[in-house]
C-alpha cells in the first residue's frame, strides 16, 4: 500500500507525521520526495550506506543539420527549444526530457546530453525498515524526475510512505500519483484552511482517497472541522500543540519515542489508515 503525506504549504508538521507514522510501523519504506528541502533524514539519523546521482537529459542540436524549421519549437510544450532567427535555443532548465524534439526533427539534427540534477540516499534504519531521500541540485528547477527514480526503486515495497512536497506543484502530483491513500496535514488557521482546499481540489482531480490530520489543533479557529464536515473529508486524527513537542523536534527526536500521547495518536491513523494489524 502506498501512502502520501502531504500539506497545503510547509511547516504544517508534514515531516514530523511522515517519520513518526514510519517510526510506529514495524515494517515499512519511507522516502522523502520533498527533493528541494529533504529533513526526514534529520529525525530518523539513519547510516547512510548509497548513493546516486540523477541524470536529466536535454536536447543538444547539430546546426550544420538544422534547416530552422521550426517543428521541434512547435512541439515543446515548455518552451525549451527555441528556434530562433539564426540558430536554435536550448534552454536545459526548462527541458522535461520528453523526447519529443528529436522525434519531430526532419533532418535528425538533435541528439541528446545528460546532465546531472541532483542524488538519492539509501538509508538503513533498523530490520524492515527503509528510508530513502532526494536532494535536487541547487538551481535545478525540477525534482521529478528524482520523485519518479524514488518511486520506481520502492514500487514493490509492501508499505511505501511518501513524504510529498508541499503545495500542489508539479512534484506533488509526481508524489501522490499512483497512491493508494493520501494523508493531509493541516493546521486550523485561515492559512492552513485555505492551503489545504487547494491539496482537497487537487487529490479529487485524481480521485485519490484522502483523510486529514489537523496538527495544533488546540491553536486557531473550528473553520476547519466545519469544512470537513461540509465536505464528508475523514477527520483521521487531531494532534495538540505542546511546547515540549516544539522542544523535542527541535533537537530532531522523534515524538513518538518520547510521548505516549503522540504514539497513541499514531497508532489511531495507521488503525484508519492500514487496519488493525498494522498497529
Ligand atoms: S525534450 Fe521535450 S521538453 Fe525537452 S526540449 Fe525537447 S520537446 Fe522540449
Ligand atoms: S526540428 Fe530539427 S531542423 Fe527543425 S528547427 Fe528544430 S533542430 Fe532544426
Redesign the pocket.
Known sequence: MKIAILSGKGGTGKTTLSVNLFSSLEKATLIDTDVEEPNSHLFLKGTTYHEELIYKR??VVNHDLCTLCGK?GE????N??IPAKKRVL?FDDL????????LVCPTNAISYTDKEIGNIYYQSIKKNKQFLYGKLTVGEISGVRIIEHLKNMTKKEEILLIDSPPGTSCSTVAAIEDTDYCIIAAEPTPFGLSDMRMVVELLRSQKLNFGVVVNKSNLGNTDIYHYLDEEGIELLETIEFREEFARIIARGDLLVNQSTYVKEKMFNIIKKVLGDSYA
Open positions: 536535454y536536447p521541434c512541439f515543446c510544450n515548455f525549451a527549444i536550448v527541458c522535461h526530457d520528453c523526447g519529443g524534439c528529436k
